[in-house]
């Protein structure tokens, strides 16, 4: 159409307005065409004459739809009748047509509705982790096919089909069981012709492919994380992530570089069968956690808008749901600052949870055991703080690497938050491709190396298998991917482990108890006015702490008082009285059972010093 100054009276009114407008099949379109037409019409002083057209085309318009709907049930009868990209399918008794789902009612001999727009099944999705069957509906309106999926009890039910009204599609509880028996006959009617596609509600390596980027099953997860299965794509160019990415890991900084070989590493936990675990990059606000983050992200996701990162301000149970559905892909926990008081209160649990790849059993509606959550990668994390500092059981300290950023990373970190905005998701894809041509055997080959570098007798095995796998990641990128040798250094990446005394509970009890005794001397003082918790004897080796108080400092500093006692005994810390875990001590005149607690570590456990404990200058011989 010419711009409206260019029409005159005579040409406002020609066939080829009319013809233009009314062939337009967006109805706003079409309105919007005909109010400037009027508009134009009415400065030209033809608007009556105009409007008089409209009605002549309409009338028009109506005797040829019902045309070709009496024509096109006349020709194909007992199928559906949609114009558009689907076939015609059968349909048994109902009349389906651009006009709607309708059919005869036999009792009454009257016309009753089903749905007042085109909607047909087009294909059946089956689950490959629980069998379970989705449908995939098509349906039009405003002259526009949609298509959505939904579980099949939704469609099975008159009472849950109503809730696709919300979605647009014209149901209510008047005609949602006509519309219920309508798809089931379409359904049955074309059992051979409806396409079956396997299909998975989790990402990563399923049943040989790798979900997004193979096509061969498809992915029909919730649609409350449509959004993160959409954020995972291509965008922008490789080259210009490629380079920049290239620089930063040139800078040499160690965070950089961990941080995105553990993002990498996600996709072998799986396949080197170990078990998930956590990378934690900790510093001082503004050094760059955030943008290292969106860095790790753009391996695989959109990095912005949270579209893929999420944060601590959760639940344990969407921790797990979002886990299950990620499945290899790693998981973005943004700022641990955040989290919320529920997990605060169980940070332990979460993270043993988190690491342990499997969630916990519970029951559906019908008391049946649901499908449990489970998966396997890489979990990064954030904040100002260590992660280590929320949790004491050592167990748990044992499932996370702590990175510590000392100071900023970037130099420009506006400009990389920017580039990584508009370049990313490529070389997550090619990752996959270089894994595939590898094999497992090799890839598991060059972990098995790494892992015997690392392992170091006085570091916890967990940590050492974990940090093999994320060195593993860094050589195969820096190899077949980067091509620009700037490995991470093994021994920096050694140095992040923690050592047994670290992340032995007992051992930490043990230094635990020393320091509230050493902060609370006047409790070990039979004449000072306040609670005692025992005595100490000169030359202050050793401090007999009733059991009691023993038992209640365990309790409130999270520890197992026997536990700790059965580790005392075999490592001789405490002296024992013969088959007991106590000493019998005289205070006050009566005889104690006591906790007797070595407090100077340079004395063995029969009372002798250590010869260590003294400099070598003031020893009396050489």
Known sequence: MKNLIEYDKESILSEEVFIEIFEQEDEILKARMLLSCQERAKELGVKTAFDDLVKAYRKVEKAESRRKYNQVNTLVENFTNFTGKYDNMACGAWIASDSGITTMNKDYNNEIIACYHPILPIKRMKNLETGEEQIQLAYKRNHKWTEITVPKDLISSASKIVSLSKLGVSVTSENARLLVKYLSDVENLNDDDIPVQMSSSKLGWIGGGFIPYDTDIVFDGDMQFKYIYESIREHGSFQVWLEHVKQLRKSGRMEIKFYLAASFASVLVGLLGTLPFIVDLWGDTEGGKSVDMMLATSVWANPADNAYIADFKTTDVQLEVRSDLLNNLPLMLDDSSKVSSRIRENFEGVVYDLCSGKGKSRSNKELGIRKESRWKNAILTNGERPLNSYVTQGGAINRIIEVECEEKLFEDPQYTVELLKKNYGHAGKRFVKIIKEMGVDEIRKI???IQAEVYKDDVMQKQSISLSVVLTADRIITERLFHDEEYIDLESAKAMLASQAEVSEHERCYHYLIDKINMNKQRFSVDANVEQWGIIEQPGDYA???VQAAKDL????????????????RQGVI????????????INGKSVRCICLKINENVDKDGFESADAYDQEDLPFK
């Open 575 to 586: 002296q024992v009285d013969k088959d007991r875990q106590t000493k019998t001590k005289k």
């Open 544 to 546: 007999f702490l009733f």
């Open 554 to 569: 365990c309790t409130q500093g999270g520890f197992s008082y026997k536990a700790f006692l059965n580790w005392a005994d």
């Open 447 to 449: 972990q098995q190396e």
